[in-house]
């Protein structure tokens, strides 16, 4: 008997002369998940009245996982880290995903570039940038009329 199946993960469709049905939807099951992936991680941009802020989300890192640089106007975050495998662990099933990403930012001529924080707490990524002088806002006055 041939099995026919469509795999969302590959997007293949896989044929199988598995005997038993019941022994390869388990074999599917357990494997699934087993792979590295290359995620995005979403981003919050948020712009308050003297800084801007990038906020990444990036749960399971340390921050020694980070690398940050800025070169020109491109502010770019990246990271690349692998599941340790134990050898004296049989996984069942493991659905911790792990990958790199890279994601750039270009970055406005009216942020300073020279004074860049990061911070990294609870799974969130907080880049601050400040506001040149000229950038900020400036509260409302009254003109008088010569």
């Known amino acids: 008997m041939t099995l026919v199946k469509f795999n969302p993960m590959t997007q293949k469709i896989v044929r199988s002369n598995a005997i038993d049905p019941f022994d390869r939807l388990m074999n599917d099951f357990f494997s699934a998940g087993n792979q590295q992936v290359n995620t995005t991680p979403a981003v919050n941009l ?16 340390q921050k020694e996982d980070f690398s940050i640089k800025m070169e020109n106007d491109l502010l770019t975050i990246s990271t690349e880290k692998e599941l340790v495998k134990q050898d004296d662990m049989n996984r069942l099933r493991s659905e911790f995903e792990y990958g790199s990403f890279s994601r750039g930012f270009k970055i406005s001529k009216k942020l300073n570039t020279e004074s860049i924080d990061a911070k990294y707490e609870n799974g969130i990524l907080k880049i601050k940038l400040e506001k040149l002088e000229e950038a900020k806002e400036k509260p409302a006055r009254t003109i008088q009329i010569n």
Do not use: C, L, N, R
Not at 46 to 59: K, R, T, W, Y
């Open 46 to 61: 948020i712009e308050s009245g003297d800084d801007f802020f990038i906020e990444m989300a990036v749960p399971g890192y």
